[in-house]
């Protein structure tokens, strides 16, 4: 292997934006964000309050499961508070989630927290868990059959068990209706497994993943149905929710739900806040090699990334590789150029005439008013971006500014 190809692969490797921000973290990669992070004012508030309750919105790239990650680092450097973070991803499909899940991922994630259960006779209540949160499949005695003979026929059938007869149990995390049977049941459980953990110390879950969930009604319907019950256990919750409730008519509903702590990661509009700038042109200083990237070709990673971490990551790796088939050893302004050009082209799939429209008459400086599904759709796919320090505006994503100009000349 060349010493080149070397070096430019672990250039690539510092801005791997589908990478885990755990590990970035551990690299030494987080750069504390300008004024108060939300890191600290969430952690800071559940240290005065260890029971309370929190939803975190913020758009795809915004920064918010690495605020969400130092949140709990933090909130674990005191002494009687236990957090925990959860990827919800792990445990059920997103786009398939429904009322329980929550509640039924809280009851696994309990469990684990010691191993001696069957020590203190509740391997029985975990195992009961278990079943209830992915559900089971269990052969059945013929004195039990009766109503469920034609459901158990069909599930050995499927499976190929002629002579066996089996009953199947749906699990919360595969629930196809609400069971509030289930819900009680569970719940039951799960605050018996709670009473049984560390007396002296709260226990607080930071739930991420559901920023990629698009249904708000049903999004509001999983929180009205799992976060009480939650909550009644005694537990301090940090909940991550897609942007697209920012914009939808449940703001006072998520308010009462949360009470009042609903926490918004927005952009860095890095063209009028001078911290926000300095802290892009941190992260690019510190990820890359030294004198790599040309500061004239970091301006325009910066310009261009429209204040989402994730695109400057992003971008900046297509820009290396730009200057790697280049058989450049430093990376210069025109191969960020040419990775702008692919960048804006994908920035743009899939937007309707309508929504150019409206980008045309934003980018000519029009006042920006999310008021129909066309608006809410240019907010959720980050064609607009909504900054709120040093003042709240929109803007087109700069990326896509080169092609609207195209249409207006």
Known sequence: MTNRLEFFRQQMASFEGTSDPQKAIEKGYYIEQPRNSLANTIAAKIALRPTSRHLLIGGIGSGKTTQLLMTCDRLNEIEDISA???DVSLYTDISEIKPGSLLAITGLVLSKLRDDWEEIGLKDDINYIDKYAYGSLESISLETINNTQKQMEKISDKFGLKNKHFL???????????????????????????SNLSKHKFIVLLFDGLDRFNDNESMLKLIQADIELISQLNLGIILVSPIS????????????????????????DIENDENAHDFFDNILKLRSSENFI?????????????????DLINLTQNSIEEAYFSDS??????HVNSAINSFSQTKIFGISNPELEILEKVARGETFLPRSDEHIHLLITQAILEYHYPKKRYAVHPALLPLIQKTLA
């Not at 719940?187 to 018996?192: D, E, G, P, S, T």
């Not at 040309?294 to 994730?310: D, P, V």
């Open 294 to 310: 040309q500061k004239s070709a970091r301006e325009l990673l910066i310009a261009y990334s429209g204040g989402i971490l994730r």
């Open 84 to 86: 925990h973070y959860v």
């Open 168 to 194: 199947q149990t749906e699990g919360l995390l595969n629930l196809n209706k609400e069971s509030k049977k289930k819900y009680k049941n569970i719940h039951q459980k799960i605050q018996l497994i709670k």
């Open 245 to 268: 409730l920012n914009y939808d008519n449940y703001q006072e509903a998520l308010k009462q739900e949360f009470n009042n702590n609903v926490h918004y990661q927005p952009y860095f």
């Open 329 to 334: 050893d430093i990376l210069e302004e025109s």
